[in-house]
Structure formats: structure tokens, C-alpha cells
């Protein structure tokens, strides 16, 4: 049985910085995430046919850290499907990996979409969010897409859910996208270890979430632009707290910041944040978003994105063989990409 998922990142207005469990991943806060329409994550999971998990990442067989994640992963879906079958994944990821712009978020989204079709399970919405959870901390939120709420809680109560909100757009200004220098699960841990901020940090966004619901839903776009500028500086400055301290802002990142507060002086819609990594992404609205580009090119690779779909399956198939030991269609076999 093969599926197919489609996934697109989210940037958090307000964000998710710290674990309350590790081994579930609940959030200590919960989070309020715009979903983009760019860098979608196209994935497929093929159950059966090969001996091991197998991860195809962007045409690269992928034997490290994420094929060992994959597997962790697929485990809790054979868990949920009474099934001890393993998988091939293949995946195509558009979102620069690991430079801080939520490719976990749409990877984990895409293959708990996938993973669930392919062992049969049949999930509701909010128990594929709570699956993706799993995977990934962000993913959660790429499953609901739009505007969504991550909710703290338990682990039936972790989930995410669409919320009203205005019409709202996102320029994300690409400074680097290379790999970070310390990934955000490490970046975590060991705020929440050193960092002084940290418990101002989980007080403080507990609040900015119910302060955020609320501008959502009264489509005070203004308030829901300072709130997040807000958020985002607040948690690098817990971050930064850390000892020894990460610093994901560089001299470049802060020169946007400027550049968005100068832009908003000058009467456009816009307001910065920033993941765990240098980029940085504007908020602004879909009338805005074209001039906001504009202003912003020079500073990086500039990309408009609009409000972006939920995670969704384009569609499962039965493999027209049903040899165990015949390739999957489109799967890559560790021995015929090793040249
Ligand atoms: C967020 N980030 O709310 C925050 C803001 C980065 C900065 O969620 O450990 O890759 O897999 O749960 O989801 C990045 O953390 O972490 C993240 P795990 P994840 O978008």
C-alpha cells in the first residue's frame, strides 16, 4: 500500500519554545501558527516490500539521524495499526532543510499524513495532529494548515485546530540556508536548563496565546502584528539567556527588523519574526505583501507567501505488484543510488 501527502510549513505568531514532556512532546505553552502556500513537502510511504525502514530524502538515501527519527516515527503509527510491517519513505522537501524555517514542521506533517493512509489507520483530524506532534513539536500545526492553534495539554489534549483570523500574508526573507549551527531540539533543552528567562518565557506566552485568540478573532490585524513581533523577540531573548548562550539573529537579521519597523513607520502592515535560525519572516496582508517584498529585496531571498492548506493525500494506491521483494514504485533502494 502506497500514499502520498502533501505538507507546507507554518511560522508561529506565537511560538513554541520548550517541552513540559519530552517522550510525548507536549508543549509547555501552547502556539498560534500562520500555515504558508510555499515550500510544500510531498511525501510517500510504501508499506512493505523491503526488510528495514528506508528514507529517500530529495533523491539521497538517507542512513543518519533522520532515517533513525523516520523509524522512531513509524513505530508509533505500527503501534497504532497493530502492524510489524516496515516501510520505504521518499521525500521531497522544497523548505531549505534545517536553516530554521520549519522543514521538520512540514516533513513530519506530510509523513503523518502518508505513514497513517498507508497502515490503514483512519484518523480524525485532531488525532493526525496529535500523531504529528510525535514526529515533531511544529508539525502539529501544518496538519490544520490556515491559521491554527497548538493547544498545551495533555496527550489527548495536544492538538492543533483551524482558528478565525483576517486575511493575512507572510514575506519570508531567506539571509542563509545552510544548516543552523544547534538544532532547535538541543537550542531547547538547553534553555530550559540555563536560561534565567525561561519561567518568564512560559508565563508570559501563555498569556501572548489567549491575547492572540482573542486579536484573531476580533481580525484586529495590528494587534495580532505586535503581539507576534513581540513573541518572537521575547523568545530569542530567552534563548539568548541560555548558558552557554545561542544566538540565531545575526547582524543581517536584525538589519530586516530595522528595516520592517522603518516600513511600518511609513505606514505598511508589516511585523518581523523569526524561528531558530537568521531568516526572517514578515507579517503582513495579502494587499501588502507585493510592496513588502519589494521594500525587502536586497536583504536576502525574498519569498511572498499567502495562507496555505492543511496536510492532505493526494491519493492511494495499491502497488501493481505484490512481490515483497520488488521496488516500490518510486522508491530508491539503498543499492541503486549508491553510484
Ligand atoms: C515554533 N520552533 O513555534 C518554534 C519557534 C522554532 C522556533 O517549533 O523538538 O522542530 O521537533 O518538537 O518543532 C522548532 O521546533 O521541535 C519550532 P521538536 P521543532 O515554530
Redesign the pocket.
Known amino acids: 500500500m502506497t500514499a502520498t501527502a502533501v505538507a507546507h510549513p ?3 505568531l ?4 520548550g ?1 513540559a514532556d ?1 517522550s510525548l ?1 507536549l ?1 509547555a505553552t501552547g ?1 498560534v ?1 500562520m500555515g504558508l502556500d510555499v515550500f510544500p513537502t510531498t511525501t510517500s510511504v510504501t508499506v512493505g516490500g523491503s526488510a528495514e525502514d528506508t528514507l529517500t530524502l530529495n533523491g539521497s538515501v538517507s542512513t543518519d539521524g533522520a532515517l533513525v527519527r523516520v523509524t522512531q516515527f513509524l513505530d508509533l503509527v505500527r503501534e497504532l495499526a497493530g502492524s510489524s510491517a516496515r516501510a520505504s519513505v521518499v521525500t521531497e522537501n522544497t523548505v531549505p532543510t534545517g536553516a ?1 524555517l ?4 512540514s516533513g ?1 506533517a506530510a509523513l503523518a499524513t502518508a505513514a497513517a493512509a498507508a497502515y490503514g489507520l483512519d484518523l480524525s483530524a485532531r488525532d493526525l495532529s496529535r500523531l504529528a ?1 510525535r ?7 501544518s496538519i490544520p494548515g490556515g491559521v491554527a492553534v ?1 493547544h498545551a495539554g495533555d496527550d489527548e489534549g495536544s492538538y492543533a485546530e483551524p482558528i478565525p483570523a483576517p486575511p493575512m500574508a507572510m514575506v519570508v526573507v531567506t539571509i542563509d540556508a545552510g544548516p543552523k549551527a544547534i ?3 538541543e537550542a ?1 533543552r538547553r534553555t530550559i536548563a540555563t536560561s534565567p528567562f525561561y519561567p518568564a518565557w512560559v508565563t508570559s506566552t501563555t498569556e501572548t496565546v489567549g491575547d492572540m485568540l482573542t486579536a484573531c478573532a476580533a481580525g484586529d490585524f495590528a494587534r495580532i502584528g505586535e503581539l507576534t513581533e513581540s513573541n ?1 523577540l521575547r ?1 530569542h531573548a530567552t534563548i539568548e539567556g541560555a548558558f552557554p548562550p545561542i544566538r ?1 539573529l545575526n547582524a543581517r537579521s536584525v538589519a530586516v527588523f530595522d528595516a520592517v519597523a522603518e516600513l511600518r513607520a511609513a505606514g505598511l502592515p508589516a511585523y518581523a519574526t ?4 537568521p531568516n526572517v519572516v514578515v507579517l503582513t496582508t495579502p494587499e501588502d505583501r507585493a510592496a513588502v517584498a519589494t521594500a525587502l529585496t536586497g536583504f536576502g531571498d525574498v519569498i511572498e507567501s499567502g495562507t496555505g492548506p492543511g496536510a492532505y493525500l493526494l491519493g492511494s494506491e495499491v502497488p501493481a505488484t505484490q512481490d515483497p521483494e520488488a521496488p516500490a514504485p518510486g522508491v530508491v533502494r539503498p543499492e541503486e543510488s549508491a553510484e
Open positions: 507554518n511560522i508561529a506565537v511560538k513554541y519554545w517541552k519530552a512532546a508543549p502556539s501558527s530554521g520549519a522543514s521538520s514542521a513530519f506532534r514526529g515533531s513539536g511544529s508539525a502539529t500545526r497548538w538544532g532547535s531540539r531547547m518572537a523568545m540565531y523569526a524561528d531558530a535560525g
